[in-house]
């Protein structure tokens, strides 16, 4: 019954984190975002990997519950091998994101945008082609809208300039609905659905995480139960869910960029030393050849 | 007499490089970039301090006689510290590009451009004012230029936009003289050239450290004596200068990225395990704390 951890490469995961809090409450959470090694999207497989373990590794010891792996990058590179090594539930965004996806359309084309890890991964693709045929999927790495979000230039003619560049061959092949594959890019939601044809669904994944992981907490009985008013006057009010901010690096802007993921100010936030965060990924890995 | 270390965040120090290999044909070189953990220009101090000491001491156990600090963020945070802490001569390029610009300016503002590290760091600054005073300075950060840079949009409507974005108050100040204080800007150098006035004079901090490097070489012995050509035939062929490659990741665009910052094809690149860079950072600190 310990907390829910969710991890991301950086700040984008906030955007998760501020979908889970809408659907879950009355749970406890721990975030932490690898900040001194974000981004992760640029970067190759066995890095991803690497580094997603030891982020998972940092949350297990914090005996958190659930692991929700926030990145979308991180959920396609590491995420069959994070559901091998914890003995928790670890749920990614990919899934359920293809999920909605495929709920949502209207037998058009389906477009997918994201990192260059996330889409040359192939995981949205392929999850999708089983289901709807390789014909109907349509993908494109977006690599300036994380810098974009992370700078804030949500409404800024550059933004603009950037979602009519990546995105035309999209609106071009007419698609019907369009996930948003990457923690930072509901930011640019309002950007993204001008340019995009009106009736254009756009899923966002944070949305389709939370109602997971709603569910797999119900069906394996993790629940915390909803917080009851206190009984009797001069009673101690029960405690309020906890929410805890991990950081390995506190960056320049942490401030402004953390509110506008999260949609409101981070009170307190702790720095933890990489070297802690590495030294528990080999904890785990050491483990796992042991075992 | 082995090879000069150079060190950067990741591919941007190639620029670096590029022009050392100009100044410096004769001599070996071997280049880290720490292309897990890039960017370092968002980052905080204290991260960037651990990063560059690891990065520095993984140059120095390949026997290097002399370290570059290519990456200005580095430079601002770390030279002190790993001038004291490697008993080779450690160069940055901030000091070479405050000279460059000093010797250059005809009187007007000077302005300097960088990472959101390197202008908060206030190093540029510091220096420049240090000689002309400080309501001669302008300084302005400059996030998208590396992932501008990095995504290869030298000559895009969104570089124009964002050099128009960032450099007008620059432009508006009259700077007679503009460092740029990072190693991607020089890829940016036509965009940002056509925006300021035909006057400005660009600094580039790639150039003004290749010229401290031979120095800092002639002056402590160090040069590498010139390649000889065979005296007699039949004789082997001298040994040409090395030139090795080591990267923390290969990112997925490492290819085109590294041809466009080095001016030509990097043929073959070596990964190192990022906990080999880590563990020769620890043995530095250790080694510091004992002595």
């Known amino acids: 019954m310990g907390p829910i951890g969710v991890f991301d490469s950086g700040m984008g995961g906030l955007t998760v984190l501020r979908a889970l809090l809408r659907r879950l409450p009355d749970e406890d959470f721990i975030y932490f975002g690898d900040t001194a090694r974000v981004p992760y999207g640029t970067k190759g497989a066995r890095t991803v990997r690497a580094f997603a373990r030891q982020d998972a590794a940092f949350l297990h010891a914090q005996g958190v519950k659930m692991i929700v792996v926030a990145c979308n990058t991180a959920s396609a590179f590491a995420l069959d091998e994070l559901q091998q090594e914890f003995p928790v539930p670890v749920l990614g965004v990919i899934e359920p994101g293809i999920e909605t996806a495929l709920a949502r359309t209207r037998g058009g084309p389906i477009g ?80 993204i659905s001008r340019f995009m044809e009106p009736e254009t669904a756009l899923v966002d994944s944070a949305e389709a995480l939370a109602g997971a992981a709603a569910r797999t907490l119900a069906e394996r009985g993790l629940v915390r139960p909803a917080v009851a008013p206190p009984v009797a006057a001069g009673e101690a009010a029960p405690a309020r869910p906890q929410l805890e901010f991990w950081l390995s690096d506190v960056p320049w802007k942490f401030a402004e960029a953390g509110a506008r993921f999260l949609g409101r100010p981070i009170e307190s936030v702790r720095q933890v030393n990489l070297d802690e965060v590495e030294q528990a990924g080999r904890l785990v890995r050491e483990q796992r050849r042991g075992a």
Chains 1, 2 share one sequence.
Do not use: N
Request: proline share 6%; charged share 25%.
């Open 112 to 191: 997918v945008i994201g990192t260059s890890g996330t889409i040359r991964s192939g995981k949205y693709q392929e999850g999708l082609a089983r289901v709807v045929g390789a014909a109907r999927v349509r993908a494109r790495e977006c690599p300036l809208f994380v810098p974009l979000a992370e700078e804030g230039l949500t409404e800024h003619p550059i933004t603009e300039m950037a979602v009519a560049e990546y995105l035309l061959p999209l609106r071009e092949a007419r698609v019907d609905t369009l996930i948003l594959g990457c923690t930072h890019y509901p930011l640019l939601k309002r950007a």
